[in-house]
DNA sequence: GTGGTCTAGACCACG
DNA sequence: GTGGTCTAGACCACA
């Protein structure tokens, strides 16, 4: 499914909650698709069950999965306008990229001209789905 | 000068480091200006001097500033096309951030948008220094 | 497993750095060996924890080990290419060390000689692994 | 004569040490030549005198100059076979440095190939003076 | 048990 | 007065 760096120093758990989401976010697991039980990931990864309940709990608690007790993790489904928050922080985050590029030598055309080449064709605008 | 969340999982010095490196990306602290001494900004901080010196060394280590002892610690400036591998990393985080609004239900145009309003503009745009 | 010299003007945590450095580069201590816990090191020679530590974090700084917190602190294999910048200063200290050496009389057959009794032979010459 | 780099880590006068004592070896400075007067060249330098008694202090201990007083700083002529103590220090460091090469990839070849480009003629073996 | 963070407080070299 | 070093000792997160 994906990859550990046990060699990181970032916590594995949250090694684990970046992974997910980003398959989440990349729609590779589509919205209410179930994700791998506890023990089942915990064998494939030979890493502690602790470890992907951490994973989960906090990617619940971030809002992309959610958990039906006695059923399993399952992906939530985005819904938008709905996160006014999260899209601030990353407005923020993206504020401070853009800057650090400048800051860095980069101009203003190379910036738009990057960005432009990770967006889909403005016609349509479809993800990969 | 800036705010610390005391409370925060993350660590004092790493807060210190991002808010520092902020500045000096937000061309608020300018090239070669000397940064508040050690032991006055851990007044005003009310934190220990020994954490605003570890700030201060990672900051070093990572490039933005220089300390001299017995002078005070500077910021560096920045040296344009002898940052290839931070251009690469911020190139992967500015792609996860703007999948992430796609996600969320952001347009194409939207994202262009907002990231114009953040540049300055080709004719006479200088930031301010 | 070394000696400090606690009377030296060389900082403790900078001995300490070059001692592990020297180890890691002859290859005594092998690529992905554990080091000795901070802890235990510092019991050992004596010394403060902390001053462990920060030769760890300096090593880890210049690309020699990396530490995973709960886990230890590890060498990192060299990546052969990808160290241009230090082969260059190392070039430097080589040719202000030659300089030195024929400015007290030895003679550059004299030099030669001394460098290749440093080389492994080119049949066969494996270092001790 | 030579240049300072206020906003380096090192200590003034050690830089100043190092520079008089590579114009030594690069025989640029020649024996018994007299050095500058410490206020024409802390005038030249624009700093402070007692930093450049204290690199002239530091260049005698070593050994590369004398002082007589009344009249001033003088190269001091290398005696060879004098020097064994620097000597072995030198092999000691050129050692390290030529298995820094080799952990970094370079092969024993190209270490000596770029070590005699570093020397002069075998024929002769004249050094610039 | 591991590395990491933080504090309190002392001392040093430099200019 | 500056940054830097070091100690002693406490507490935390991770696996």
Do not use: C, W
């Amino acid at each position: 499914m994906f990859e550990l760096d046990l060699r990181s120093r970032a916590p594995v758990y949250e090694q684990l909650v970046e992974k997910i989401k980003e398959l989440i976010i990349y729609n590779v697991l589509k919205p209410d698709q179930q994700l791998p039980a506890v023990r089942v990931l915990a064998g494939e990864l030979t890493i502690n069950p602790n470890t992907i309940q951490k994973a989960y709990r906090e990617l619940e608690h971030r809002g992309y999965i959610y958990s039906v007790p006695g059923k399993g993790s399952f992906v939530k489904p985005a819904v938008p306008g709905n996160n006014t928050a999260r899209l601030r922080a990353l407005e923020d985050e993206l504020a401070k990229i853009v800057s650090e590029m400048l800051y860095l030598g980069v101009t203003p055309q190379e910036i738009i001209t990057r960005i432009k080449m990770q967006l889909p064709e403005d016609e349509g605008g479809k993800r990969d789905d």
